[in-house]
């Protein structure tokens, strides 16, 4: 069965950088882009940004362009989630989350979620 | 960005009440409309994917409908476990955005 694990909570300081990895297994790594979701507390779901694992292309919403970086390790079958320059409002549970098909962006698995925790 | 638009933002019912939750895109996306339940301290879980198809294992009482830029969820006999937070989001073009959310609570 198709798995996602994500790591653990994280407590970081203003302007430092977070790396939240998404460990998945039970399908073929390389044939579902990946998508990351982020949640403030108490608050909606918004969508952070894609990678393609097989050829490691990716695109972000224009929000995050030049702080998050999406990167993936085709050996361990894990996708990386890195966001730097981290403020007070970028506390949230992230979710990583794999589409139905191939490249569909219908979020039919997701990770259990990591919370981050901005603050000084 | 194509903005997503529920409502209600919140709703009180009672078991055995049929629900309606309306959410409008800002452009039309074709079919491209997805709904999730939502559960305090749990990932969201799909229930509806374009427009219509019910997930696999999600009880027949969810039915979801509409195209273009206006879509409705429908629970036709609410249940104590449906009490939770309910979000569209279209799939058509990136960024894929949420609606805000509707908070389905018991009356």
């Known amino acids: 069965q198709v798995q996602l694990v994500q790591s653990g909570a994280e407590v970081k300081k203003p302007g430092a950088s977070v790396k939240v990895s998404c460990k998945t297994s039970?399908?073929?790594?390389?044939?579902?882009?990946m998508h990351w979701v982020r949640q403030a507390p108490g608050q909606g779901l918004e969508w952070v940004g894609i990678?393609?694992?097989?050829?490691?292309?990716?695109s972000y919403a224009q929000k995050f362009q030049g702080r998050v970086t999406m990167t993936r390790d085709k050996s361990t079958s894990t996708v990386y989630m890195e966001l730097s320059s981290l403020r007070s409002e970028d506390t949230a549970v992230y979710y990583c989350?794999?589409?139905?098909?191939?490249?569909?962006?219908?979020?039919?698995?997701w990770g259990q979620g990591t919370l981050v925790t901005v603050s000084s | 960005d194509i903005q997503m638009t529920q409502s209600p933002s919140s709703l009180s019912a009672s078991v055995g009440d049929r629900v309606t939750i309306t959410c409008r895109a800002s452009?039309?996306?074709?079919?491209?409309l997805n709904w999730y339940q939502q559960k305090p301290g749990k990932a969201p879980k799909i229930l509806i994917y374009?427009?219509?198809s019910l997930q696999g294992g999600v009880p027949s009482r969810f039915s979801g409908s509409g195209s273009g830029t206006d879509f409705t969820l429908t629970i036709s006999s609410l249940q104590p476990e449906d009490f939770a937070t309910y979000y569209c989001?279209?799939?058509?073009?990136?960024?894929?955005?949420f609606g805000q959310g509707t908070n389905l609570e018991i009356k």
């Open positions: 989350a794999r589409g139905g098909g191939g490249t569909s962006a219908d979020f039919h698995y």
């Open positions: 039970g399908y073929t790594f390389t044939n579902y882009y």
């Open positions: 990678i393609n694992p097989s050829g490691g292309s990716t």
């Open positions: 452009q039309s996306i074709s079919s491209y």
């Open positions: 374009a427009t219509s």
């Open positions: 989001q279209q799939s058509y073009s990136t960024p894929y955005t």
